[in-house]
T-cell receptor, first 114, second 116 residues
Framework: NAGVMQNPRHLVRRRGQEARLRCSPMKGHSHVYWYRQLPEEGLKFMVY????????ESGMPKERFSAEFPKEGPSILRIQQVVRGDSAAYFCASSEGFGTDTQYFGPGTRLTVL | SQQGEEDPQALSIQEGENATMNCSYKTSINNLQWYRQNSGRGLVHLIL?????REKHSGRLRVTLDTSKKSSSLLITASRAADTASYFC????????????????FGKGTRLHILP
């Protein structure tokens, strides 16, 4: 059973470009969480999705950021018109159920904005 | 993979009392973090303690770290009903080295229930 997959592992974008981060949950998991982490800081929750539904996006910036988890395919975190402050590691986690089920994390995508 | 093992698995205390949760880990760490999760929500970062620190405070939270025993404790003083949640510890979430590909797994956490 493969773990949570994220790609790309490293992404470099220039200011104003779009960044698309992908997350494939573990097999059998239908709950996906996205987190952002700045160096030497803790994870900051961004959004929680189930298939085709956004359950909680309270941690997502109101502008430029969006997330989806379609019926087929990976979950996508999209950042439009990136700025230098978007540079961070973005982690995706998946769980089988909701609430306090164990979350399994992917290796992260390190986004660098030039 | 890095893994925290929280202890106890469940804890019920009266409002106003102090709650103590423990975490043990297996390998050397750069830092250790505690998170809270309310039912149906994502993880919320509470506090980070570095490997060269022994104690850290944030409001009603106090975290200690003993690297010789590979353990940490989270103390919540003067507990409130809103503290009812699950609490998880995690270590070294930022990959060190570009080729590191650990699967990061949180432990089952400690389910804390504050009784009115």
């Amino acid at each position: 059973n493969a773990g949570v997959m994220q790609n790309p592992r490293h992404l470099v974008r220039r200011r104003g470009q779009e960044a698309r981060l992908r997350c494939s949950p573990m097999k059998g998991h239908s709950h996906v969480y996205w987190y952002r982490q700045l160096p030497e800081e803790g994870l900051k929750f961004m959004v929680y999705l189930q298939k085709e539904n956004i359950i909680d996006e309270s941690g997502m910036p109101k502008e430029r950021f969006s997330a989806e988890f379609p019926k087929e395919g990976p979950s996508i975190l999209r950042i439009q018109q990136v700025v230098r402050g978007d540079s961070a590691a973005y982690f995706c986690a998946s769980s089988e159920g909701f609430g306090t089920d164990t979350q399994y994390f992917g290796p992260g995508t390190r986004l660098t904005v030039l | 993979s890095q893994q925290g093992e929280e202890d106890p698995q469940a804890l019920s205390i009266q409002e106003g009392e102090n709650a103590t949760m423990n975490c043990s880990y297996k390998t050397s760490i750069n830092n250790l973090q505690w998170y809270r999760q309310n039912s149906g929500r994502g993880l919320v970062h509470l506090i980070l303690i570095r490997s060269n620190e022994r104690e850290k405070h944030s409001g009603r939270l106090r975290v200690t770290l003993d690297t010789s025993k590979k353990s940490s404790s989270l103390l919540i003083t003067a507990s409130r009903a809103a503290d009812t949640a699950s609490y998880f510890c995690a270590t070294d979430l930022l990959p060190r080295g570009v080729n590191r590909d650990d699967k990061i797994i949180f432990g089952k956490g400690t389910r804390l229930h504050i009784l009115p």
